[in-house]
């Protein structure tokens, strides 16, 4: 056994004997589709390193397409006879069937927000005279397919909400194209900006136009998997075509990086932003492009910050005085002001100093200061003058998270979104000029959270950390190590996991389950240092953390190995894979969505190469030394018992391509030495980030009918009083 996997062996053998396969697992092995593995050997710096699923990432392969198919009617078949399946099935949709909204967004007179009835495949957008004007539907995009396979993935009104640009999307790829409607009329006009990929629409001041980010087009039939490179910043101006749209700013010399723009609310401003890729921090630059009837697009670009030592992000102006939020000397966060003219950070002013709070966001409302914190991986909202002093700490209901903002630096309204693992997402608005606030929109979900309670706690890992972990379960649970668990995380790109509700969470918790949030290293809810110390090099803490909490549910007998789950999606479908394959004896049943699974080779495909700065990339001999230990398709063995999986992906998604999951799943199914099932699930017309709600809860039905069924849940509820009709 490599030194790498050995570390954990006297840990976990007292655990072995409490492996209990599930019954329907072990009832016969299942018989997989045969996945054609080739001879291929890539050398890194001498290290030779078989890959012989390599061919997997030719998606218009024919052969893939006809695995790939097979794949899916084994799974299919085998969720089919799952017997808690078609109650899940039938709980989600009662549970998913309540109207939600998003966060309005204030632009001129007038309120944009998008609102879903309940299950209709995609949420349209409206616009309202004034807080309380009457909604009038804008864009309906469950019209535009009869299938949902073309997304509505963005939408930014003009600073006077004359105009909509909104971006679409085929099967909810990362490419959009640009259209934009005249929202007195709902008219939609010519404009048609195409290959728009990871970018903002910024309006200038004067409603004619917007800046984007684009890329060069891909090669004809690679739009998935085609690299991108050599992003940059241009203007659209309304009614003209997108060969005369003007480049604002590029970087040849930095093919992989980010640009963006932001203007300022006044229109005198353009920021453009660098990045890195997903590093957190940035160079950042400013064109004066002037408030008159156009944007000065001849002035020059001028550098403020440009040591891409920090985070310098831009919340707004008044006058020529610049607010910022910076991690430069403050790895929580703080609030600093400067002339525009004298960037130097000798010459700022601290209005909102770091404390033991990490700092999520930062907005202007009304000349004053609001600013979004973390503590202890729960919201705290707090209002401040421009000098600095503090007014106000917003009122929250309960233990929870505080998300999408929206303020005006010349409006005292602001809205925000407040949710809790029990609390549905409620809209609320906030008067920053007499502190009033008042519920905007509430959902009735057909749910009751009173039986049920969420409790904050803390363990340590493998090297002493203290790591957050939120449980969720019903109120007088017994912990007799009998508990069907569903363990997350995520741990990456300094990312906070905050408490949220899901539909999906009462239908488990109804059939008897806990759910268990680990705010494992990695993620942003203690800082960039808390990010550090799970990126790069340092990655293993991220998969000891997510261990080290499993073992300690399991010692607190809250549940027992064969009755506990892990789940993780995207970089948290990594943590997965690399948890069952370093402890594949640690976990009862996994479910991996979408996940970087081969760490050798993701740089390679789509936007892979902008992680570069989170994870390393193999083309570096000391990156290559500690991706090699970890990486999931790499470390499969032939002769281990791992665990029930399900792995998803989409195939149109160009975040993290669905070969990943191929080759990971190809490799499982191949050395898997039990009974245990190793199931691959790919849905289409989808994407990384982008579902219509049927295939959305088809597949969440999926997911947990699998984890039930093999975490010990053999029946639905009967007579649940939190189920509709239920006593």
């Not at 590093?279 to 000065?296: D, M, Q, S, T, Y």
């Not at 831009?314 to 966060?333: C, E, F, H, N, S």
């Not at 019903?474 to 905050?498: C, D, E, H, V, W």
Request: with cysteine; proline share 7%; hydrophobic share 40%.
């Amino acid at each position: 056994m490599p030194a790498h996997r050995c570390r954990h062996a006297l840990a976990l053998a007292f655990l072995a004997a409490m492996i209990v396969t599930p019954a329907l697992a072990a009832a016969a092995p299942l018989h997989y589709p045969v996945a054609q593995r080739d001879s291929i050997v890539n050398n890194y710096f001498g290290d030779k390193v078989p890959a012989p699923y390599q061919w997997m990432e030719n998606l218009n392969a024919p052969g893939l397409k006809k695995w790939v198919g097979e794949e899916n009617a084994l799974t299919h078949a085998y969720l089919a006879k799952v017997p808690t399946r078609p109650w899940i099935e039938q709980r989600l949709t009662q549970l998913w069937n309540y109207a939600k909204e998003s966060v309005p967004v204030q632009a001129g007179k007038y309120l944009f927000f998008s609102r879903n009835t309940g299950l209709q495949n995609q949420s349209p957008v409206y616009v309202q005279d004034g807080a309380s004007g009457k909604p009038r539907e804008l864009i309906d995009p469950n019209t535009l397919s009869p299938n949902g396979d073309i997304a509505l993935l963005d939408w930014q009104p003009s600073e006077d909400g004359h105009y909509l640009a909104y971006g679409l999307s085929q099967g909810g790829s990362d490419w959009q194209t640009l259209h934009v409607m005249d929202v007195a009329t709902g008219k939609t006009l010519g404009d048609d900006v195409q290959w728009v990929k990871f970018s903002g629409i910024a309006w200038a001041h004067d409603g004619k136009g917007f800046f984007y980010s684009r890329y060069p087009a891909p090669p004809q039939g690679e739009a998935i998997s085609d690299r991108v490179v050599n992003q940059a910043l241009y203007y659209h101006r309304l009614g003209t075509p997108q060969a005369d749209d003007v480049l604002v700013y590029k970087r040849p010399d930095l093919p992989e990086w980010i640009v963006g723009g932001a203007v300022s609310h006044d229109g005198k401003y353009l920021f453009i932003s660098l990045v890195n890729g997903t590093a957190n921090r940035n160079e950042l630059f400013v064109k004066e492009i002037g408030a008159g009837a156009a944007p000065g697009l001849d002035a020059p670009i001028k550098p403020l910050f440009t040591r891409n030592d920090a985070v310098y992000q831009p919340i707004g102006t008044i006058g020529d005085t610049v607010y910022l939020q910076t991690t430069l000397g403050a790895p929580r966060g703080r609030i600093v002001a400067f002339n525009i003219a004298h960037p130097a950070p000798a010459d700022w002013r601290v209005v909102v100093p770091q404390t033991a709070a990490v700092i999520q966001s930062a907005s202007l409302a009304d000349g004053r200061v609001l600013v979004n914190k973390l503590k202890d991986v729960k919201s705290e909202v707090e209002l401040y003058a421009s000098d600095g002093k503090h007014l106000a700490t917003l009122p929250l209901p309960t233990l929870g998270s505080v998300g999408g903002i929206s303020s005006h630096a010349d409006s005292r309204q602001v809205y925000y979104a407040f949710t809790s693992f029990l609390y549905p997402t409620t809209i609320f608005n906030y008067d920053v000029s007499d502190g009033k606030t008042r519920t905007v929109f509430k959902p009735d979900v057909p749910f009751d959270p009173s039986h049920y309670e969420t409790v904050q706690v803390f363990y340590h890992s493998k090297d002493g950390t203290r790591v957050p972990m939120f449980l969720t379960y019903r109120k007088g649970l017994q912990r007799n190590g009998m508990n069907p668990t569903l363990l997350y995380a995520y741990g990456g790109f300094n990312i906070s996991i905050t408490p949220s509700f899901s539909p999906t969470l009462p239908a488990w918790l109804e059939l008897g389950g806990i759910y268990a949030v680990a705010n494992i290293r990695g993620g942003g809810e203690y800082g960039e240092a808390w990010h550090k110390a799970g990126m790069l090099g340092n990655k293993q803490n991220v998969f000891d953390d997510f261990a080290w909490a499993a073992k300690w549910l399991v010692k607190n007998r809250y549940t027992e190995v064969r009755r506990l789950g892990i789940q993780g999606y995207s970089n948290g479908g990594l943590l997965v894979g690399a948890s069952i394959t370093e402890n594949p004896r640690l976990f009862g049943a996994a479910y991996a969505g979408a996940g970087v699974m081969d760490m050798l080779r993701y740089q390679k495909f789509s936007g892979g190469a902008l992680w570069a700065p989170e994870y390393g990339t193999s083309d570096v001999k000391k990156d290559f030394a500690w991706l090699i230990k970890y990486s999931p398709v790499e470390n499969v063995r032939k002769g281990s018992c791992y665990p029930p999986t399900l792995i998803t992906t989409a195939d149109h998604d160009d975040r993290v391509v669905p070969s990943h999951s191929y080759k990971f799943a190809a490799a499982l199914q191949h050395d898997q030495s039990c009974a245990n099932p190793i199931l691959l699930r790919v849905e289409t017309d989808t994407s990384h980030n982008y579902m219509p709600t049927d295939k959305r809860i088809r597949q969440s039905a999926d997911i947990l009918a699998f984890m039930a069924n093999n975490l010990g849940v053999s029946a639905a509820p009967k007579g649940n009083p939190d189920a509709p009709g239920g006593k």
